[in-house]
């Protein structure tokens, strides 16, 4: 496990109370395994964390993109602040090894491991925000997030697209899509699933993913892309 400066060092950070970033990666397990830590977990900076990250991103895609819809804003932040994204940041930080986690914990692997390094850089941009300040925490959300906004936008990626297939399935030939198993693979704790989506019995796209949920939605996209529907 690395020592919480080597986090400082890595982003070029120096906080005021050291002990306020060393929190945000306490897992509430490790609190429960180790009663006499001294301190307590990441859950209160997480909560905080999360207020400060909408504001920062709401705030760059209000600006950014003016003719852009309130609904469509919406959809396009919480593509930016959703667990894949935030997980994929704390991993590209290397979080990961300076989290403090129960024994059974640590062996989290698949989607609960992203779950809880989400938390955890909601939690690290609430220490930031409470021990340095607003500016403190938007530059390291900027630094951090911001290049996936672009992304995201030219890419379609914050469509639903499994509403949006079903909108035009029902509106082109009258029918609801269907979501069949393709593929499944792994063990139960980490599975991968492939899906097929299908009109009547017209195959239209498959997609894979760490969930069915996640599969279907990718293959929605690929049902969009392929057939022309999402411009």
Not at 156 to 181: C, G, H, M, N
Request: charged residues 30%; without cysteine; aromatic residues 10%.
């Amino acid at each position: 496990m690395k020592k919480i400066e080597e986090f400082e060092q890595q982003n070029e950070l120096t906080f005021t109370h050291r002990d306020v970033l060393q929190q945000a990666f306490v897992h509430r397990s490790y609190v429960n395994e180790n009663k006499k830590l001294g301190f307590g977990h990441n859950e209160r900076l997480e909560f905080l964390g999360d207020a400060v990250l909408e504001l920062v991103v709401t705030d760059e895609l209000y600006k950014k993109y003016p003719k852009k819809s309130e609904g469509e804003l919406t959809a396009v932040r919480a593509a930016i602040v959703n667990t894949r994204s935030l997980s994929e940041a704390a991993q590209g930080l290397g979080m990961e090894d300076f989290l403090l986690l129960s024994k059974g914990e640590a062996k989290s692997t698949g989607r609960s491991r992203s779950y809880i390094l989400a938390n955890t850089f909601e939690a690290v941009v609430g220490a930031l925000y409470t021990d340095l300040g607003y500016e403190a925490a938007r530059d390291f959300i900027k630094k951090n997030l911001f290049h996936k906004i672009e992304p995201i936008i030219n890419d379609k990626l914050w469509i639903d697209a499994k509403s949006f297939f079903q909108e035009k399935a029902q509106e082109i030939y009258s029918a609801t899509p269907e979501y069949r198993v393709l593929k499944e693979s792994g063990p139960d704790h980490d599975k991968a699933f492939t899906m097929g989506v299908f009109v009547g019995n017209k195959f239209f796209g498959e997609g894979s993913g760490a969930s069915k949920q996640d599969a279907e939605q990718n293959a929605a996209r690929a049902a969009l892309d392929a057939s022309g529907l999402v411009e």
